[in-house]
């Protein structure tokens, strides 16, 4: 019985290597290829070449880029991934409708996209001087 549950323990954890999806570059994607639904994403390891699970920011669920094809970005649900909102560097962020509402569009710096954002409580949302960033007031 020893013996069985050595070769157990051994033959499992290859099976599970070999049922493993290989991975190139910065390959990302979207866990059984359903937006909208993951609060996780799978990013391809390059050492190992294997897909490791990663969680999105807080309240965001995965979905395919559309602006860079074999990658995946997280969003807040209901957005979709839309390409759109354009793409962004750094800490960017820009007012929807400046001083009209508090919805405003952030960068998000790993997937190069803008995502949806709102001013806490009924605040209203203004570009800043420079057009890189909003006030909440």
């Known amino acids: 019985m020893v013996r ?3 070769l ?3 033959i499992a954890p290859l099976a ?9 570059g910065n390959a990302s ?3 059984n290829g359903q937006d909208g639904v993951s609060s996780t994403y799978l ?7 294997q897909y490791e699970t990663a969680n999105c920011p807080g309240g965001q669920v995965c979905y395919a880029n559309p602006n860079k094809p074999g990658t995946a ?3 807040l649900p209901g957005t979709g991934g839309q390409p759109g909102q354009g793409s962004c560097k750094g ?10 509402t508090g919805d405003y569009l952030q960068c998000e710096n790993w997937s190069g996209q803008y995502v949806n954002a709102v ?3 009924n605040l209203k949302c203004y570009n800043n001087a420079e057009g890189t960033g909003v006030q909440c007031n």
């Open 29 to 31: 994607k979207c866990p």
């Open 16 to 24: 599970a290597i070999a049922s493993a999806e290989q991975c190139t």
């Open 8 to 10: 157990l323990s051994v």
């Open 91 to 100: 800490n960017t962020a820009k007012c929807v409708s400046s001083g009209q």
């Open 119 to 121: 001013c806490p409580g």
């Open 73 to 75: 970005m997280c969003g």
């Open 4 to 6: 069985i549950a050595a």
């Open 43 to 49: 990013q391809c390891n390059n050492w190992s070449q």
